[in-house]
């Protein structure tokens, strides 16, 4: 509709001010609304559940400190036995299944952990950490752990729900679903947060909806940041996107390193001489080989790992995950304890040091307490998030979003020039991100046909020939 010049006056009305950022974003602003609006509601239920777990992760490692502090300090004595004697009194307290692994004490009063494989009872995916006094060889406890961290039972626990809600591999789509959605559903928060007047970015002298909105808008604002990492770092380890992350890491040849865990020397071969410790000490023994780790700067805490076999060496790693990070490995031939091969944490690939860093600040163990406060406030402000967004559909009314209703059809509108770019980018992101792509792909077949639904239907209430306004 244009609007014809005044007839009163000579004179044109004069044109209007040019508004092309406006002009511009007018046309994307309802798709960007239409995705915004209903991705959340449709994935707020996942993202809710990753939230609540999150925060309780987060909170896990000061409280498994608590829950299991007989196992974890002892007394501080005068010396530190020998590793050999601590694995061999923990053998004989617990002599079934294998020692896969051992950490010893890495302060003054915390325990040596032998970590044993293939005990019956204890999941194939864990170990039985054997918890021993290093001053006395006196077993303190025994605890199913998992993973690199050493979590314990409570962590572990809180882990696997937030990782797949005890579900196994089918478990864990619920995670990825909800971190490929995250930076999506923030990223068009924020378009639509700025692109609004900016009468409504304040909260002061306004209620009912507007003010929700305004508190949903204000907080996922200060919180976007913290979103789009959890979201980048949580898909690195997930199913089939993180499948996809580590492919493309090795084609680059940025995949994480690892020390060649090969005998060599004359004595290859000879290394499977037991000692005094049992299966976890084979030739020269565990103390010679933490002395040699010792001597390539390795310092605690560490973990040593036997020879797998005869044709294999020692492997002593650090196993530190908060900063600095202390990452180092080292491979000790059994049979003359020489160092066979060195490994430093400073000579890994650029993208293998930031995945390293990225997982370890998404777990809370790069920064300590400071790492799971921030962790557990983003997970406060996402389930606030969350209440927020499902109040203000309650407070408009199931059709609506944002005070105003979501048109069909809004993609038709974006120019060509925007459209295309858009459609490439968002294919890229399908096939690298499934659980991103697949849904989407459902959610515009559904919309698509419920569209068509309704514009049927209106054909048939306006009757032939008349066309639905």
């Known amino acids: 509709m244009t609007t014809a010049p005044s007839t009163t006056t000579d004179e044109a009305p004069p044109p209007a001010t040019p508004a092309p950022q406006k002009n511009s974003w007018a046309p994307l602003r309802p798709l960007v609304l239409r995705l915004h609006f209903y991705a959340g509601v449709l994935v707020a239920p996942f993202l809710l559940v990753a939230a609540v777990t999150g925060l309780l992760y987060a909170a896990s490692f000061q409280a498994e400190k608590i829950v299991y502090d007989r196992e974890l300090t002892v007394p501080v004595g005068e010396r530190k036995l020998p590793i050999g004697e601590q694995v ?66 409570l962590r572990t626990w ?3 729900f937030h990782r797949d809600l005890h579900l196994g591999e089918p478990g864990r789509l619920y995670s990825e679903l909800a971190a490929s959605w995250l930076s999506v559903i923030t990223a068009g928060g924020l378009v639509l947060w700025f692109s609004r007047r900016r ?84 030739g020269v023994g565990l103390d010679k080989v933490l002395a040699a ?38 491979a000790i031939d059994p049979g003359s304890g020489e160092v066979t091969d060195v490994l430093r944490f400073a000579d890994y ?34 389930i606030l998030l969350i209440v927020w967004g499902y109040r203000m559909w309650w407070q408009r009314g199931r059709a609506t979003a944002f005070g105003r209703p979501i048109p069909r059809g809004a993609w038709q509108q974006v120019p060509p020039q925007i ?15 499934p659980l991103f792509g697949i ?17 049927r239907r209106g054909r048939r209430s306006y009757g032939p020939g008349t066309p639905a306004q």
């Open 88 to 153: 061999a009194a923990a053998r004989k307290a617990h002599p079934e299944g294998t020692v896969t692994a051992v950490r010893p004490s890495p302060e003054d009063d915390a325990t040596t952990r032998v970590l044993v494989s293939g005990v019956p009872g204890v999941d194939e995916d864990h170990t039985l950490a054997v918890f021993v006094d290093p001053y006395t060889a006196k077993v303190r406890g025994a605890l199913e752990q998992y993973g690199a961290t050493g979590a314990l039972p």
């Open 158 to 160: 809180i882990d696997e």
């Open 199 to 282: 009468a409504l970015r304040t909260v002061r002298g306004t209620k009912g909806r507007r003010r929700t909105l305004g508190l949903h808008g204000g907080v996922g604002v200060w919180a976007a940041a913290g979103f789009f990492f959890l979201s980048a770092t949580g898909l690195t380890w997930s199913a089939h996107a993180g499948a996809s992350i580590d492919e493309l890491r090795t084609s680059l040849g940025q995949a994480t390193p690892s020390v060649s865990a090969a005998a060599g020397g004359e004595h290859a071969g000879h290394g499977s001489a037991a000692g005094q410790a049992g299966d976890a000490a084979h």
């Open 293 to 330: 780790a010792r001597a390539e700067g390795l310092g605690d805490p560490v973990e040593i790992v036997p020879p797998a076999d005869a044709n294999s060496a020692y492997v002593v790693k650090q196993v530190q995950r908060s900063w600095p990070e202390k990452q180092d490995s080292v």
């Open 349 to 382: 690939p650029v993208l293998a040091k930031l995945t390293r860093w990225g997982i370890d600040l998404h777990t809370g163990s790069l920064f300590g307490l400071a790492n799971q406060i921030a962790l557990m406030l983003l997970a406060l402000c996402l």
């Open 419 to 433: 459209l295309v770019p858009l459609l490439a980018v968002t294919a890229v992101l399908g096939y690298f991100l």
């Open 439 to 455: 849904p989407l792909a459902a959610f515009l077949a559904v919309d698509i046909l419920l569209g068509e639904i309704a514009h």
